[in-house]
């Protein structure tokens, strides 16, 4: 499909409506994201928008992958990191009728899944986020801004909870009785978390945030692990945002999309290679806290999930977008469903942990 793009943005970055050949890409839901090909030598770019409406100060993560990319590039300079390609102006962004664009890099021979199919796969991907976090274990966390405030903050996302419940129509609250009760049964989560919090052991990194399947580069033959891509929730954070999120999205075979929770299972062998992979980069960076924590990032992000799902529920569905009106009651359903198989596997996903913490 080929479309259209103002030719300013393409002149900002050297190239010509005349030479390029444009194609949307991608199932972000976030950014709009294209495909851009060089018809004179072959050469291949992306270019995305930024969704202000989602990311509100884009300067801060434009400075934030910089600030990243100095330091990898200065310490670590074979480690593939696409940033963004400055504009002819040397600026990091084309700001177009107050629209932010980007151009980056093409990483050829290389595909981001939608879903996982194998726990190779699910091994490639988390030792990439790991290996990430690696590398910038000794960078400063809090030379970083925060692009979306109170993103992984589930202190916050209870108190919204508590807010929506306070202010739903009776008829939302009677349909979600059960899931409003599970909430507050799970409470204790966010206990440990706020007893936690300022642990000296417990320490800020720099995280993703989105460790989801599709934001890693892998090699389009082998599936071997690339890089890490969409880098827009590049922030300071707990190690547990990233581990947390692999658990919510590699464990289980359905998205939270599927209404049926008896499919709701937990995927040990994808499990397994998950921690083999991640730890194989991080099982020697984690502090002791950190490594007692493992298995609770998981439930800390799986529940901070349903939390939101079943809030916007709460509040007649005003943030994620649905296809009919109880969906996000049903996905709040289906990651509380997700919590629930964590907790019933607890010994043996304990144990899997401890052995991969051991051969590190």
């Not at 190239?15 to 004179?40: M, R, V």
């Amino acid at each position: 499909m080929e479309l259209a793009i103002d030719e300013s943005i393409l002149q900002a970055y050297g190239l010509t409506e005349e030479n390029i050949n444009i194609q949307q890409i991608g199932s972000g839901l976030i950014n709009g994201t294209y495909l851009l090909t060089n018809l004179s030598d072959g050469k291949k770019f992306v270019l995305q928008q930024i969704n202000t409406n989602v990311f509100t100060n884009p300067e801060a993560i434009a400075d934030n992958i910089a600030a990243v990319a100095d330091f990898l590039k200065a310490n670590f300079p074979t480690y593939l990191f696409p940033a963004p390609l400055a504009t002819v102006a040397n600026q990091q962004m084309c700001l177009h009728e107050n629209k932010y664009w980007r151009l980056m890099p093409f990483i050829e021979g290389t595909v981001a899944l939608d879903t996982l199919s194998t726990p190779k796969q699910a091994f490639e991907a988390a030792k990439q986020f790991g290996k990430l976090s690696r590398l910038l274990n000794n960078f400063d966390s809090s030379k970083l801004q925060p692009t979306i405030i109170g993103f992984h903050d589930l202190a916050l996302r209870f108190e919204q909870f508590k807010t929506a419940l306070s202010k739903a129509l009776v008829a939302n609250k009677d349909k979600a009785v059960r899931e409003i009760q599970t909430a507050f049964a799970f409470e204790p989560i966010l206990t440990t978390y706020l007893e936690l919090s300022n642990n000296a052991d417990f320490p800020n990194r720099v995280m993703h945030h989105d460790t989801k399947i599709s934001n890693t580069l892998l090699d389009k033959d082998t599936f071997e692990g690339i890089c890490v891509i969409d880098l827009d929730t590049l922030m300071p954070g707990k190690f547990i945002s990233d581990l947390g999120d692999m658990m919510r999205t590699y464990l289980c075979e359905f998205s939270e999309n599927e209404k049926d929770i008896s499919k709701i299972t937990i995927r040990i062998n994808y499990f397994s290679a998950m921690m083999e992979g991640y730890l194989s980069e991080m099982g020697e960076i984690l502090t002791k806290t950190e490594k007692e924590l493992i298995l609770f990032s998981g439930k800390y992000m799986i529940y901070l999930q349903a939390l939101r799902f079943l809030t916007d529920f709460l509040n007649d569905n005003i943030y994620y977008a649905i296809t009919y009106p109880e969906q996000n009651l049903d996905r709040a359903r289906n990651q509380f469903k997700l919590l629930e198989e964590l907790f019933r596997n607890e010994i043996q996903l304990q144990q899997l942990i401890g052995s991969n913490l051991v051969s590190k």
